[in-house]
């Protein structure tokens, strides 16, 4: 009976968990009065070879450390200091990438376990849907994550100048131009669903560039 109790017991948390995290029907986002649409932000393939590429490189690079501090005698402070660099570069990217774009009565909103960041519509000029050399064809990361479950930070390049990247998939990308503000590069597992959500006017303004 004690075994049942508990089984019955974790299946209704893990059913809470899920609704919180990922149908956002029990509890809304605090930051938003009322939720509209949810749109997934999907890794493509190529992503998710480099997140898988990028995961073994690192933990190779701490199994290589450890290596050395052991057999090599590597100090251990300077082993230590590596291990916890390495450690932040993969923990890193899962607080950072967008899980989902919220569309809400006030603005869209890109969430990531660390945040969810609300963008209203006051301030957004155009919104726009980019192709794929508009972001890889030359484009600089200053400061961020490039590769590792998606282009995440501060990129630059000569089309669209210096822009915020909350980027999974190259081939779905929107760009955001703020009217005080860098532009938004975001990506949608649905492009075609998302995009017309704007061309119903108001203050949800869409450019076909």
């Not at 090599?72 to 300077?78: A, D, G, L, R, S």
């Not at 000029?125 to 030359?138: A, F, N, P, V, Y």
Request: proline share 4%.
């Amino acid at each position: 009976m004690k075994s049942r109790f508990f089984v019955q017991l974790s299946a209704k948390l893990i059913r809470e968990y899920l609704k919180k995290q990922y149908l956002c029907t029990v509890k809304q986002p605090k930051t938003f009065k009322t939720m509209k649409t949810i749109y997934e932000c999907s890794r493509s393939k190529a992503m998710n070879y480099l997140t898988i590429a990028s995961f073994i490189i690192i933990i190779a690079s701490i199994v290589y450390v450890l290596f050395m501090m052991i057999y090599q005698h590597m100090p251990i402070w300077e082993g230590v200091l590596v291990i916890l660099i390495l450690v932040g570069a993969l923990f890193a990217p899962f607080l950072t990438y967008p899980q989902y774009i919220i569309v809400t009565d006030e603005g869209i909103g890109i969430h990531t376990l660390a945040r969810t960041r609300l963008i209203p519509y006051s301030n957004i000029e155009t919104i726009e849907r980019l192709d794929k050399s508009c972001i890889q064809g030359g484009t600089i990361r200053l400061f961020g994550i490039g590769g590792m479950l998606g282009n995440i930070g501060w990129f630059r390049n000569s089309q669209l100048g210096t822009f915020r990247a909350y980027i999974t998939d190259s081939d779905k990308v929107f760009l955001i131009r703020l009217k005080e503000g860098k532009p938004i590069a975001i990506s949608v597992s649905e492009p075609d669903d998302f995009m017309p959500f704007y061309l119903k006017g108001g203050n949800h303004v869409y450019s076909s560039k």
